[in-house]
């Protein structure tokens, strides 16, 4: 083969343009139905409190226990997805959470529900890690942050598809004399066993696989990632290499900066619809579900300006300090309207830009941190320590909150979004430019 020029951007852009329309329909909606299988128990539980008797404190411990599995296996799952390859493991998680969806639709008891919990977290597990991993296979760092976000834009999508069909359903679908409340988890569910599907026949596991690049776009892909870690003396790695990543001080620092951002942002998405029926007791689930869209659009619309402007300057960190005290103000919003719909409604869509617009610059902060054997363990290993939040908040929340008044909880996640933006603003990340101004890549961040 004739010398490749790796600096030729009319290859670079071909390649990654095509890339780009082959993976991301699928990495995309399986993060998508992810987020969405996890969270639409917060709406299903507003007909489900009623047939089975859920309180509030109940409802925090069911939506938080999902978390404990799932934190367990993140770091194996991850581990075993670099085994046994992306396309094959990223298919049974999505085949094996849509199935355990459908059958929540059947609990018949409190003590059932937490059963499904579990198994969702167990299925589920790896997901996201695991979709971070397989970006760094097929994205250079310059181009990770966009391609971080674009992945991230699926929590808001799922968000508002969640709304706006959990309430509808809840309302309006009762077929086969199944309440409503069951209609969400199985119509919800059941696309990520078509989704499972769809990735094992057409998610490529690397780029030397992809057999939808030319010859040239596949070496020049390969060759170009490869490059980025050629200074970091990266080899083929053992399983003791990837879990050295969790001795990592860097590691650690970022996880529990993280399960603090987690904190306010499971609290914000699982208590939503709760805080917004609060707003007025005489909306219905339809309507609940039209506004809880709200805060998300705008959140979507911030991430995406948000991952960009980041992205162009190569600032990360004080990105990400901004948008938590952002979240942390909405949140104290959330609690003093908390019967005027109008500020309320304001004060949430600042959360979701907070909680959301952080996730971009965040993870591409990280990327910077980790060397390539620690990446599979690292980005897991952050992962769980951050689902840890997912784990306490909602159930705090749950248990501070009364019947009448689910924000005196929220005080928990704000404290968590400052001590967040505390950690991070004290994170020293040494920025470099390069000749053609855009961020040095690989710049090792300092605790």
């Known amino acids: ?49 009623h047939e089975l008797g859920i309180t509030t404190a109940t409802f925090g411990a069911v939506a938080a226990i999902f978390f404990l599995a799932y934190v367990v296996l993140e770091i194996p799952s991850n581990m075993m997805m670099k085994k046994v390859g992306a396309r094959l493991w990223l298919a049974r998680i ?56 674009a992945l991230a834009l699926a929590q808001p999508i799922a ?57 040239d776009e596949r070496e020049w892909l390969k060759t170009s990632i490869d490059k980025e870690y050629a200074d970091s003396g990266a080899k ?23 399960f603090f951002a987690a904190c306010g942002l499971y609290g914000f998405s699982f208590f939503l619809p709760k805080i917004v029926q609060q707003l007025d ?18 959140g979507a619309v911030g991430m995406l300006v948000l991952a960009r402007t980041s992205d162009r300057t190569g600032e990360r960190r004080f990105h990400v300090v901004g948008l938590m005290l952002l979240a942390a103000l909405g949140l104290f919003g959330a ?21 959301l617009g952080y996730m971009a610059p965040y993870w591409a902060l990280v990327a910077q941190v980790l060397s390539r054997e620690q990446t599979a363990v690292g980005l897991a290993g952050i992962n769980s320590i951050a689902a840890l939040g997912g784990f306490v908040s909602p159930y705090l929340i749950g248990l501070f909150a009364t019947e009448d008044d689910v924000t005196v909880g929220l005080y928990f996640p704000i404290g968590c979004l400052v001590v967040c933006a505390v950690m991070l603003a004290v994170l020293k990340v040494p920025r470099e430019r390069t000749a053609d101004g855009l961020p040095a890549e690989r710049t090792p961040a300092k605790v």
């Open 1 to 49: 083969m004739a010398h490749l020029n790796v600096e030729d951007p009319g290859l670079g852009s071909r390649t990654m343009r095509k890339v780009s329309l082959r993976i991301f329909p699928i990495v995309g909606l399986l993060y998508v139905f992810n987020y969405m299988d996890r969270s639409n128990i917060s709406y299903a539980q507003l007909g489900m409190q």
């Open 335 to 355: 609690i003093v309207f908390r019967h005027d719909p109008v500020p309320a409604m304001v004060s949430l869509s600042l959360v979701a830009i907070g909680v």
């Open 236 to 258: 083929k790695e053992t399983a003791r290499d990837q879990l050295r990543a969790m001795k990592n001080r860097k590691v650690l620092y970022l996880g529990v900066a993280n």
């Open 281 to 298: 007791p005489g909306y219905s689930a339809t309507n609940i579900g039209l506004l809880g869209t709200i805060p998300f659009l705008v």
């Open 94 to 149: 999505a085949i094996s959470w849509g199935l355990v969806t459908v059958v929540t639709g059947f609990v018949e008891t409190i003590t059932h529900l937490y059963i499904a919990r579990i198994a969702l977290g167990i299925a589920e597990a790896g997901l996201f890690p695991g979709l971070l991993l397989y970006l760094t296979f097929w994205y250079r760092g310059r181009e990770r942050g966009r391609a971080i976000a």
């Open 159 to 215: 968000m508002v598809l969640g709304s706006m069909t959990g309430g509808w359903i809840l309302d309006h679908v009762d077929w086969l004399d199944l309440s409503g409340w069951r209609w969400v988890f199985i119509l919800q569910g059941a696309p990520a066993v078509l989704i499972g599907i769809a990735t094992l026949l057409w998610l490529p596991d690397k780029p030397s696989e992809a057999r939808f690049l030319a010859p």
